[in-house]
Nanobody, 123 residues
Framework: QVQLVESGGGLVQAGASLKLSCAAS????????MGWFRQAPGKEREFVGV????????EYADSVKGRFTISSDSAKNTVYLQMNSLKPEDTAVYYC????????????????WGQGTQVTVSS
């Protein structure tokens, strides 16, 4: 069982940066890939990006490419989502999730989820 806890959300102005963290309970996550999703009010959950825990390869949604960066720290069992040049349309609850599959952009492919952290970007 993998438990994930997100943190770092908040209220920022457009153009600002924010860094989210996702701490995993399991010591070894080498068999998993860690994804970030977001869900805005009234909208479906949306893929943001994913990082391969082993090797650090990443993939991003077009909407965040060039602005968001996912990284990982294996010593801390933590994955990060650095968000720069934030826009009001980035406002959502952000979730991290774990999947054994690579190129996983659909949420149903993820077995474990965190509780989410709210990010609000004001204009």
């Amino acid at each position: 069982q993998v438990q994930l806890v997100e943190s770092g959300g908040g209220l920022v102005q457009a153009g600002a940066s924010l860094k989210l963290s996702c701490a995993a309970s399991q010591r070894t996550l080498s068999n998993y890939n860690m994804g970030w999703f977001r869900q805005a009010p009234g909208k479906e959950r949306e893929f943001v990006g994913v990082i391969r825990w082993s090797g650090g390869s990443t993939e991003y949604a077009d909407s965040v490419k060039g602005r968001f960066t996912i990284s990982s720290d294996s010593a801390k069992n933590t994955v990060y989502l650095q968000m720069n040049s934030l826009k009001p349309e980035d406002t959502a609850v952000y979730y991290c999730a774990a999947t054994p599959r690579w190129h996983a952009t659909q949420d149903y492919l993820y077995a474990y989820w965190g509780q989410g952290t709210q990010v609000t970007v004001s204009s």
